[in-house]
């Protein structure tokens, strides 16, 4: 008889605590996709390249004021996911998002990932992560993709 490996799902809460605790640290290459913790592939020479080209294509929008512009940070998409997009382009917030992270639903106007063979590129195993209440898609970690739009 087989035995089948027991999958725990975490919150972002949850997530959160395990990092103050020590138990995962800033050097962990990981993002909490629905629940389960995932390791972030590496990021090799092309998809830092394809990841500049895409900040220099949006840096007209954030100085426009359109969009905040938001490079491999975390974005909390619900209770049990945030990823970190290479690119995100987020809906304005007079605080920059100093105050606290972006939420999905509606916070979020577009971003995805990129793999090392170009954006959802072969070999990615990432799937787009859905923001909750109408919010754009993000990829999961460095593959898929996904957007809304901007005002």
Do not use: C, N
């Amino acid at each position: 008889m087989a035995v089948r490996p027991v999958r725990h799902k975490f919150t972002v809460e949850e997530y959160h605590k395990m990092a103050e605790a020590g138990i995962l640290s800033e050097d962990d290459r990981v993002e909490l996709i629905d629940g389960e913790i995932v390791d972030m592939t590496p990021i090799g020479s092309r998809h830092a390249g394809t990841v500049k080209r895409l900040v220099a294509l949006f840096i007209p929008v954030q100085v426009a004021g359109r969009a905040i512009l938001s490079v491999q940070d975390p974005l909390r998409l619900g209770e049990v996911s945030e990823p970190q997009p290479d690119v995100a382009l987020l809906r304005p917030r007079e605080d920059l998002l100093r105050l606290g992270p972006p939420w999905g639903g509606g916070r979020v106007a577009g971003g995805g990932g990129v793999g090392e063979h170009g954006l959802a590129g072969p070999g990615t195993e990432s799937a787009p992560v859905r923001a909750p209440r109408g919010g754009g898609s993000v990829g999961g970690g460095r593959g898929g993709g996904g957007g809304g739009s901007l005002p």
